[in-house]
Protein backbone atom coordinates (compact mmCIF):
# COMPACT_ATOMS: atom_id res chain seq x y z
CA UNK A 1 0.00 0.00 0.00
CA UNK A 2 1.26 2.85 -0.93
CA UNK A 3 0.06 6.52 -1.15
CA UNK A 4 0.66 9.77 -3.10
CA UNK A 5 -0.31 12.95 -1.74
CA UNK A 6 -2.00 16.17 -3.83
CA UNK A 7 -3.03 19.44 -2.57
CA UNK A 8 -4.66 22.09 -5.05
CA UNK A 9 -7.13 24.77 -5.27
CA UNK A 10 -10.48 23.03 -7.44
CA UNK A 11 -12.75 21.17 -5.89
CA UNK A 12 -14.26 20.72 -9.20
CA UNK A 13 -11.64 19.60 -10.88
CA UNK A 14 -10.54 17.23 -8.04
CA UNK A 15 -14.33 15.68 -7.98
CA UNK A 16 -14.91 15.70 -11.96
CA UNK A 17 -12.04 13.43 -11.95
CA UNK A 18 -12.88 11.07 -8.93
CA UNK A 19 -16.33 10.57 -10.08
CA UNK A 20 -15.36 10.14 -13.73
CA UNK A 21 -18.10 7.36 -15.07
CA UNK A 22 -14.78 6.09 -17.53
CA UNK A 23 -12.82 5.17 -14.66
CA UNK A 24 -16.04 3.11 -13.42
CA UNK A 25 -15.74 4.75 -10.39
CA UNK A 26 -17.79 3.55 -6.90
CA UNK A 27 -18.81 6.26 -4.10
CA UNK A 28 -17.51 4.17 -0.96
CA UNK A 29 -17.72 6.81 1.74
CA UNK A 30 -19.19 10.35 2.51
CA UNK A 31 -18.77 12.72 4.84
CA UNK A 32 -20.41 16.34 5.30
CA UNK A 33 -21.23 16.60 1.94
CA UNK A 34 -24.50 16.36 -0.47
CA UNK A 35 -23.95 13.76 -2.54
CA UNK A 36 -27.21 14.10 -4.59
CA UNK A 37 -24.96 14.76 -7.73
CA UNK A 38 -21.49 15.79 -8.40
CA UNK A 39 -22.28 19.57 -8.62
CA UNK A 40 -24.05 19.02 -5.27
CA UNK A 41 -21.09 17.02 -3.73
CA UNK A 42 -18.53 20.44 -5.33
CA UNK A 43 -20.75 22.78 -3.71
CA UNK A 44 -20.68 21.51 -0.49
CA UNK A 45 -16.83 21.76 -0.63
CA UNK A 46 -16.87 24.69 -1.86
CA UNK A 47 -19.21 26.46 0.85
CA UNK A 48 -17.12 25.20 4.01
CA UNK A 49 -13.62 26.83 2.37
CA UNK A 50 -15.55 30.17 3.33
CA UNK A 51 -15.23 29.28 6.87
CA UNK A 52 -11.17 30.28 6.41
CA UNK A 53 -10.26 32.48 3.53
CA UNK A 54 -6.66 32.51 4.48
CA UNK A 55 -5.93 28.93 3.25
CA UNK A 56 -4.85 29.19 -0.63
CA UNK A 57 -5.04 25.15 -1.18
CA UNK A 58 -7.71 23.62 0.20
CA UNK A 59 -8.47 20.61 -1.70
CA UNK A 60 -6.63 17.37 0.00
CA UNK A 61 -6.24 14.54 -2.77
CA UNK A 62 -4.93 11.05 -1.48
CA UNK A 63 -4.81 7.77 -3.82
CA UNK A 64 -4.24 4.75 -1.68
CA UNK A 65 -3.14 2.43 -4.16
CA UNK A 66 -2.78 -1.59 -3.17
CA UNK A 67 -0.72 -4.20 -4.84
CA UNK A 68 -3.15 -6.38 -7.34
CA UNK A 69 -1.77 -9.44 -5.25
CA UNK A 70 -4.24 -8.25 -2.49
CA UNK A 71 -7.70 -7.93 -5.08
CA UNK A 72 -9.03 -10.69 -3.94
CA UNK A 73 -9.04 -9.35 0.04
CA UNK A 74 -9.91 -6.05 -0.79
CA UNK A 75 -13.63 -5.59 -0.63
CA UNK A 76 -15.31 -2.26 -1.50
CA UNK A 77 -15.85 -2.35 2.65
CA UNK A 78 -12.30 -3.40 3.07
CA UNK A 79 -10.73 -0.65 1.30
CA UNK A 80 -13.04 2.00 2.79
CA UNK A 81 -12.09 0.80 6.61
CA UNK A 82 -8.35 1.08 5.80
CA UNK A 83 -8.73 4.44 4.33
CA UNK A 84 -10.65 5.89 7.31
CA UNK A 85 -7.45 4.43 9.43
CA UNK A 86 -5.37 6.26 7.22
CA UNK A 87 -6.94 9.42 7.60
CA UNK A 88 -7.13 9.32 11.65
CA UNK A 89 -3.96 8.42 11.81
CA UNK A 90 -2.82 11.20 9.35
CA UNK A 91 -5.12 13.80 11.16
CA UNK A 92 -7.71 14.25 8.80
CA UNK A 93 -10.49 14.41 10.95
CA UNK A 94 -13.45 16.71 11.46
CA UNK A 95 -14.02 17.22 7.91
CA UNK A 96 -15.74 17.01 4.42
CA UNK A 97 -14.59 14.11 2.75
CA UNK A 98 -15.17 11.56 0.17
CA UNK A 99 -13.62 8.00 -0.56
CA UNK A 100 -14.47 6.71 -4.86
CA UNK A 101 -12.51 3.14 -5.74
CA UNK A 102 -11.24 3.52 -9.92
CA UNK A 103 -11.20 0.53 -11.73
CA UNK A 104 -8.96 1.63 -14.64
CA UNK A 105 -5.72 -0.34 -13.40
CA UNK A 106 -4.92 -3.62 -12.74
CA UNK A 107 -4.38 -2.77 -8.96
CA UNK A 108 -7.05 -1.96 -6.70
CA UNK A 109 -6.85 1.63 -5.50
CA UNK A 110 -9.09 4.09 -4.33
CA UNK A 111 -8.92 8.07 -3.94
CA UNK A 112 -9.65 10.71 -0.90
CA UNK A 113 -10.76 13.71 -1.18
CA UNK A 114 -11.04 15.66 1.74
CA UNK A 115 -11.24 19.50 2.76
CA UNK A 116 -8.52 21.04 4.24
CA UNK A 117 -10.78 23.69 5.96
CA UNK A 118 -12.46 21.74 9.02
CA UNK A 119 -15.76 21.86 10.07
CA UNK A 120 -14.88 24.40 13.17
CA UNK A 121 -12.66 26.38 10.01
CA UNK A 122 -9.45 25.03 11.20
CA UNK A 123 -6.70 24.43 9.11
CA UNK A 124 -5.99 20.15 8.53
CA UNK A 125 -1.90 20.10 9.10
CA UNK A 126 0.27 19.04 6.12
CA UNK A 127 3.74 18.95 7.94
CA UNK A 128 5.63 16.23 7.22
CA UNK A 129 2.79 14.66 5.61
CA UNK A 130 4.57 12.55 2.91
CA UNK A 131 6.97 11.16 5.82
CA UNK A 132 4.02 10.29 8.16
CA UNK A 133 2.13 8.94 5.29
CA UNK A 134 4.75 6.58 4.22
CA UNK A 135 5.17 5.36 8.14
CA UNK A 136 1.62 5.09 8.30
CA UNK A 137 1.22 2.82 5.11
CA UNK A 138 3.87 0.10 6.55
CA UNK A 139 1.61 0.08 9.83
CA UNK A 140 -1.89 -0.48 7.88
CA UNK A 141 0.01 -2.52 5.21
CA UNK A 142 1.12 -4.69 8.34
CA UNK A 143 -2.16 -4.77 10.04
CA UNK A 144 -4.13 -5.63 7.39
CA UNK A 145 -1.88 -8.68 6.09
CA UNK A 146 -1.42 -6.96 2.52
CA UNK A 147 1.77 -7.48 0.92
CA UNK A 148 5.03 -5.91 0.96
CA UNK A 149 5.98 -4.98 -2.65
CA UNK A 150 9.41 -5.60 -2.96
CA UNK A 151 10.95 -1.43 -3.37
CA UNK A 152 11.38 0.16 -7.01
CA UNK A 153 11.83 -2.86 -8.73
CA UNK A 154 8.46 -3.67 -8.90
CA UNK A 155 7.38 -0.14 -10.32
CA UNK A 156 6.18 0.00 -14.19
CA UNK A 157 8.28 2.22 -15.33
CA UNK A 158 6.50 2.07 -18.43
CA UNK A 159 3.12 3.18 -17.20
CA UNK A 160 4.27 6.34 -15.30
CA UNK A 161 4.28 10.24 -16.34
CA UNK A 162 6.66 13.08 -16.18
CA UNK A 163 8.50 13.66 -13.56
CA UNK A 164 7.86 9.93 -11.88
CA UNK A 165 9.42 8.70 -15.59
CA UNK A 166 12.36 10.46 -15.25
CA UNK A 167 13.11 9.64 -11.71
CA UNK A 168 12.87 5.78 -12.30
CA UNK A 169 14.88 6.18 -14.75
CA UNK A 170 17.64 7.80 -13.15
CA UNK A 171 16.78 5.25 -10.04
CA UNK A 172 17.36 2.41 -12.85
CA UNK A 173 20.72 4.02 -13.94
CA UNK A 174 21.90 4.41 -10.67
CA UNK A 175 21.20 0.68 -9.67
CA UNK A 176 23.47 -0.51 -12.34
CA UNK A 177 25.95 1.43 -11.89
CA UNK A 178 27.08 2.22 -8.45
CA UNK A 179 28.17 -1.02 -7.29
CA UNK A 180 30.43 -1.45 -10.78
CA UNK A 181 32.08 1.88 -10.23
CA UNK A 182 35.31 2.68 -7.97
CA UNK A 183 35.23 6.36 -8.37
CA UNK A 184 32.70 9.60 -8.98
CA UNK A 185 34.03 9.70 -12.34
CA UNK A 186 33.42 6.68 -13.45
CA UNK A 187 30.24 6.55 -11.94
CA UNK A 188 29.80 10.22 -13.55
CA UNK A 189 30.94 9.11 -16.70
CA UNK A 190 28.19 5.73 -16.71
CA UNK A 191 25.30 8.13 -16.32
CA UNK A 192 26.17 10.37 -18.67
CA UNK A 193 26.10 7.95 -21.56
CA UNK A 194 22.51 8.16 -20.14
CA UNK A 195 21.87 11.15 -20.61
CA UNK A 196 22.11 11.66 -16.33
CA UNK A 197 23.99 14.95 -15.35
CA UNK A 198 25.52 14.85 -11.92
CA UNK A 199 26.01 18.18 -10.26
CA UNK A 200 27.32 18.45 -6.65
CA UNK A 201 26.06 20.37 -3.83
CA UNK A 202 28.91 22.73 -1.77
CA UNK A 203 29.17 23.55 1.82
CA UNK A 204 29.54 27.74 1.59
CA UNK A 205 32.56 28.70 -0.49
CA UNK A 206 34.38 25.44 0.43
CA UNK A 207 35.30 22.33 -1.53
CA UNK A 208 33.12 20.31 0.99
CA UNK A 209 30.57 18.31 -0.98
CA UNK A 210 27.61 17.97 1.00
CA UNK A 211 24.81 16.77 -1.25
CA UNK A 212 24.51 15.48 -5.25
CA UNK A 213 21.72 16.07 -7.89
CA UNK A 214 20.67 13.90 -10.83
CA UNK A 215 19.49 15.87 -13.94
CA UNK A 216 17.51 14.28 -17.17
CA UNK A 217 15.36 15.56 -19.18
CA UNK A 218 14.96 18.79 -17.74
CA UNK A 219 14.04 17.35 -14.59
CA UNK A 220 16.54 17.62 -11.70
CA UNK A 221 15.95 15.08 -8.40
CA UNK A 222 18.17 15.05 -5.86
CA UNK A 223 20.00 11.80 -4.77
CA UNK A 224 18.29 11.24 -2.14
CA UNK A 225 14.87 11.86 -3.32
CA UNK A 226 15.29 9.21 -5.86
CA UNK A 227 16.15 6.87 -3.21
CA UNK A 228 17.39 7.01 0.29
CA UNK A 229 20.22 4.28 -0.73
CA UNK A 230 21.76 7.02 -3.57
CA UNK A 231 22.07 10.34 -1.52
CA UNK A 232 25.74 11.60 -1.86
CA UNK A 233 27.03 10.02 1.56
CA UNK A 234 25.85 6.81 1.15
CA UNK A 235 26.59 6.67 -2.73
CA UNK A 236 30.34 7.79 -1.71
CA UNK A 237 30.55 5.15 0.81
CA UNK A 238 29.87 2.18 -1.69
CA UNK A 239 32.42 3.76 -4.14
CA UNK A 240 35.41 3.92 -1.33
CA UNK A 241 34.05 0.48 -0.82
CA UNK A 242 34.19 -0.88 -4.06
CA UNK A 243 37.93 0.36 -4.34
CA UNK A 244 38.58 -1.24 -1.25
CA UNK A 245 37.63 -4.35 -2.76
CA UNK A 246 39.19 -4.07 -6.12
CA UNK A 247 42.79 -3.26 -4.30
CA UNK A 248 42.54 -5.94 -2.45
CA UNK A 249 41.64 -8.44 -4.95
CA UNK A 250 44.02 -7.11 -7.53
CA UNK A 251 46.65 -7.53 -4.42
CA UNK A 252 45.49 -11.42 -4.47
CA UNK A 253 46.02 -12.07 -7.77
CA UNK A 254 49.02 -10.27 -7.83
CA UNK A 255 50.22 -12.80 -5.00
CA UNK A 256 48.60 -15.95 -6.35
CA UNK A 257 50.90 -15.50 -9.49
CA UNK A 258 54.04 -14.96 -7.48
CA UNK A 259 53.16 -17.90 -5.84
CA UNK A 260 52.57 -19.86 -8.95
CA UNK A 261 55.79 -18.54 -10.16
CA UNK A 262 57.74 -19.70 -7.46
CA UNK A 263 56.32 -22.63 -7.63
CA UNK A 264 56.75 -23.43 -11.59
CA UNK A 265 60.83 -22.50 -10.54
CA UNK A 266 60.81 -25.06 -7.87
CA UNK A 267 59.31 -28.18 -9.76
CA UNK A 268 61.29 -26.93 -12.87
CA UNK A 269 64.91 -27.29 -10.93
CA UNK A 270 63.45 -30.90 -9.34
CA UNK A 271 62.94 -31.87 -12.46
CA UNK A 272 66.01 -30.64 -14.07
CA UNK A 273 67.90 -32.70 -11.25
CA UNK A 274 66.07 -35.82 -13.31
CA UNK A 275 67.55 -35.31 -16.14
CA UNK A 276 71.11 -34.61 -15.35
CA UNK A 277 71.89 -38.36 -15.50
CA UNK A 278 70.89 -38.31 -19.72
CA UNK A 279 73.71 -38.35 -22.39
CA UNK A 280 74.06 -34.94 -23.33
CA UNK A 281 72.08 -34.47 -26.87
CA UNK A 282 69.81 -37.21 -26.61
CA UNK A 283 66.19 -36.82 -25.91
CA UNK A 284 65.85 -39.82 -23.29
CA UNK A 285 63.33 -40.39 -20.49
CA UNK A 286 65.16 -41.62 -17.08
CA UNK A 287 63.14 -44.91 -17.78
CA UNK A 288 64.91 -45.59 -20.97
CA UNK A 289 68.59 -44.04 -19.45
CA UNK A 290 68.28 -46.45 -16.30
CA UNK A 291 67.26 -49.65 -19.07
CA UNK A 292 70.20 -48.65 -21.36
CA UNK A 293 72.51 -49.17 -18.38
CA UNK A 294 71.24 -52.07 -17.37
CA UNK A 295 71.90 -53.57 -20.96
CA UNK A 296 75.38 -52.11 -20.82
CA UNK A 297 76.21 -53.92 -17.54
CA UNK A 298 74.76 -57.45 -18.69
CA UNK A 299 76.53 -57.35 -21.66
CA UNK A 300 79.78 -57.01 -19.70
CA UNK A 301 79.06 -59.90 -17.45
CA UNK A 302 78.57 -61.92 -20.49
CA UNK A 303 81.56 -61.40 -22.08
CA UNK A 304 82.83 -61.87 -18.90
CA UNK A 305 81.73 -65.35 -18.24
CA UNK A 306 84.68 -68.25 -18.31
CA UNK A 307 84.13 -71.03 -21.27
CA UNK A 308 83.99 -74.66 -20.25
Not at 93 to 122: A, C, M, W
Not at 241 to 264: A, F, P
Request: glycine share 6%.
Amino acid sequence: MIAKIVKGKSFKGVINYVLDKAKQTELLAAEGVRYKSRESIIRSFVAQTGLNPKVSKTVGHISLDFSAQDRDKLTNAKMAQIAKEYMAKMGIVNTQYIIGRHYDKEHPHIHLVFNRVDNNGKTIPDKNDRYRSEKICKELTEAHNLYFAQGKENVKVHRLKDPDKTKYEIYDALKAAVPKCKNWNELTTQLKKQGIETTFKYKGNTDEVQGVMFQKNGYMFNGSKIDRQFSYSKIDYQLNQNEREHEIQTKQEHSHSQNQSSVLESVGSALGGLFDIQPSGTDYSPDEVEFQRQQRLNRKKKRRRPHL
